[in-house]
């Protein structure tokens, strides 16, 4: 049975850190390009960033440069965001999605171009 299970998520003022976590498990993980996508309230969805199966290679959102770091760990089977300086406007669910990673990088949210899909975190940044 494939999961991807996002936590980590919070509340968190602007300016502050938070770090989710997306365990994944009933795949081989490590054969797997991953994303993460975000909705905010009554938006669509959003990609923010993506790696590649061997976690050399990063990809970001312009809004996210800077201040968002993706990272894996293909020995626990988890992938990871680590986002600083947060503000109003990173509010929203963060999921994290799966994609076979000899289909190349995929720059972005639509669902259709990932095998695999989480049920998503929730970040509130607010004072």
């Known amino acids: 049975q494939v999961q991807l299970v996002e936590s980590g998520g919070g509340l968190v003022q602007p300016g502050g850190s938070l770090r989710v976590s997306c365990a994944a498990s009933?795949?081989?993980?490590?054969?797997?390009?991953m994303s993460w996508v975000r909705q905010a309230p009554g938006k669509g969805l959003e990609w923010v960033s993506g790696?590649?199966?061997?976690?050399?290679?990063?990809y970001y959102a312009d809004s996210m440069k800077g201040r968002f770091t993706i990272s894996r760990d293909n020995a626990e089977n988890t992938l990871y965001l680590q986002m600083n300086n947060l503000k109003p406007e990173d509010t929203a669910v963060y999921y994290c999605?799966?994609?076979?990673?000899?289909?190349?990088?995929?720059?972005?949210?639509?669902?259709?171009?990932?095998?695999?899909w989480g049920q998503g975190t929730q970040v509130t940044v607010s004072s």
């Open positions: 790696i590649n199966a061997g976690g050399g290679r990063t």
């Open positions: 999605a799966a994609r076979r990673d000899y289909r190349g990088p995929y720059l972005g949210s639509s669902r259709s171009y990932y095998d695999y």
């Open positions: 009933g795949f081989t993980f490590s054969s797997y390009y």
